[in-house]
């Protein structure tokens, strides 16, 4: 390949940088006075310019849902970020994204609508801000992990707590355990009270300030996911502490929950998770999922479908085959109670249940009634309720 020939394909390689108007102002100046002589560059260039017009801030994000990815696939594919997100990360990319298109259209009528956010608790009434510092607040979760600040106001007569290291390590270190929010009562009281303060110490701002503040804790959390990619780092959420990957997963799964009840606020059009981001939020509920069943049985103890205790005290395993409908589809074996080291660890699942990939999540958010959501099941149908009724307790305030 010739000198000539390895500078057009140089410059070429500007083209989608450059229709974004991300491009450096030495090499912006060097690509527009080869776009004069080089009339196949031209009309490549006046198509990306064309398609990167949808993606300017002074417009609505609401662009059709392929044509953002196909201009940033295209300049990744000649340009390879410096610092990819992980796999773990990108719903939280995508989820957050899509939540900002929907605030980026809110009128100020609409910013003063109150939207409804069940869970298995009850149902928090709050606007659009509000939900925004709720949002900002539980990711702080995260920013504390990964060594930024907290954006929760300490307590009055505390000092605030110092930023760690920009990258923390990625295995957790020998010696104490990760340090622990304080418990303040209730498992969930740790992020209603940091919800709360942070919603009072905005609730004189601007709801356009209150959505820069969110988005730009947002952008940190990904520079740093992408500094952290093997995302083992533990983030502490005051009642349970997860690696940060299924962390990511998690907020991209509150934020998607959160996001469509603003919408339903609003009367906005919402749409569902990609699926491949939708499969990671159906694992991640599935390997918490056993956590909800002990919590089942401890607080509703009629669900505890069990037969009694055999001769010697130890009770085989249960299990229920859960099959997952749709794009994001997969089947799993899920432990209900009992010991596998006692038998049937190898036996057949006491039941089957068939049930789609969203449906699922949102049950798991405490947006469906378990009683009245579509169910394929076959085998003990107890055993399936169990299942059914479980999953709410994963959503929290």
Not at 86 to 97: H, I, R, V
């Amino acid at each position: 390949m010739s000198s000539t020939e390895e500078r057009h394909d140089a410059l070429r390689s500007l083209l989608g940088a450059w229709a974004l108007g991300a491009c450096p102002a030495r090499e912006a100046a060097e690509l527009e006075q080869h776009l004069g002589d080089c009339r196949e560059c031209a009309e490549e260039a006046a198509r990306l310019r064309e398609a990167a017009g949808w993606l300017s801030l002074d417009e609505p994000l609401d662009q059709p849902g392929p044509l953002r990815q196909q201009v940033l696939d295209w300049c990744l594919a000649r340009r390879p970020a410096e610092l990819p997100v992980p796999a773990w990360g990108m719903p939280y990319t995508a989820e957050t994204a899509k939540l900002d298109a929907l605030l980026r259209d809110l009128g100020p009528e609409e910013w003063q609508e109150v939207a409804e956010l069940p869970w298995h608790g009850g149902t928090e009434r709050l606007r659009p801000a509000e939900v925004l510092g709720h949002l900002t607040a539980v990711d702080g979760f995260l920013a504390l992990a990964l060594g930024l600040p907290d954006p929760v106001p300490a307590l009055p007569g505390l000092a605030a707590a110092p930023a760690g290291r920009r990258v923390p390590p990625q295995e957790p270190a020998a010696g104490p355990a990760v340090p622990r929010v304080p418990p303040q009562g209730g498992p969930y009281d740790t992020i209603t009270a940091r919800s709360a303060r942070l919603i009072a110490d905005q609730g004189g701002l601007a709801p356009q300030s209150v959505r820069s503040r969110w988005r730009r804790q947002a952008h940190e959390l990904v520079r740093s996911a992408a500094l952290a990619p093997q995302g083992n780092t533990p983030v502490d959420y005051g009642f349970a502490v997860l690696p940060l990957r299924d962390a990511f997963v998690d907020r991209a799964f509150e934020c998607f929950v959160h996001g469509e009840d603003v919408a339903r606020a609003v009367a906005y059009p919402y749409d569902p998770p990609a699926p491949q981001h939708l499969r990671q939020m159906v694992e991640l509920v599935v390997r918490l999922l056993p956590r909800a069943l002990a919590g089942l049985r401890a607080a509703r103890p009629e669900h505890a479908g069990a037969p009694g205790l055999p001769e010697g005290g130890v009770r085989p395993a249960r299990r229920v085959r859960l099959m997952v409908d749709g794009p994001a589809g997969g089947e799993w074996l899920i432990t209900l109670d009992g010991d596998e080291r006692a038998g049937g660890a190898g036996g057949e699942p006491v039941a089957s249940m068939v049930l789609d990939g969203l449906e699922l999540c949102q049950l798991a958010a405490a947006h469906r009634d378990p009683d009245r959501l579509p169910v394929g099941e076959h085998g003990d149908r107890a055993a399936v309720r169990e299942v059914l009724h479980a999953l709410p307790l994963l959503s929290r305030p």
